[in-house]
């Protein structure tokens, strides 16, 4: 983590990351000393906004290293909503979620809990074709089609696709946990329902996701260090010239 540095936002995705990872092992730690324990699910789902966080931030770091012709306050502000919108995300879908899970409220109550949730869930899917939209806009820059390309800026260009990728997982789990706390039914709780369910769409999931951003992560350890690298001899030869 500490290996990409603190440059445009590295520390941020990869903290994220190993914020998310935590939370999965404190689920599974309530998990498995209470499996009908409500606050595992709802940890459970929480833990997905730092999931997403992680790839807002590990794209930013992205396009700072492959886009030559961004605009770095565009980018900064982007940034900053995006993370404002899933927090507030955060906040609703938390609130909605322990106050439907209380034992003895009336369904109304249940009913105004559940719209939080779904209007929390719905702001984490509108982050992610947020997300999404802001890497095509990626590919689709005439730097990172170049085929002239330093080491930093290849190392961008994986870091984008790794986000690319793990897109379409993050997508079937928070639409999946959308659909949990739309019905409410047994079988499709994060934490006590179907196995089949449980595995294919949460565990699998997941660990995709998290295996594709971690070895991404380590094949761009040294993309900070290159870029200052080469922009510290650009510098060089231009003061001999």
Known sequence: MFKHGVRHGAILGWGYLFIFLTLRIVSSAMQMNDPRNPSAALVASIGLSPLLLSAVSIL??????????????IDLGSLVVLHFIISTAVALTGAGASGAQKHGVTEEERAKDLKLVEAGMGLLLLSLVALLGSAVLSLSSSSFRSRHELPYQRQGKWLTYAVLHSLPFIAIRIISSLVYFSTQSAALNPVSGDIGYRVGFGLVDELIVSIILIIAGLCTLNAGRDQSGSRGGSESTALRK
């Open 60 to 73: 930013h770091e992205a396009r700072a290293y492959c886009v030559v012709n961004r605009r770095s306050r």
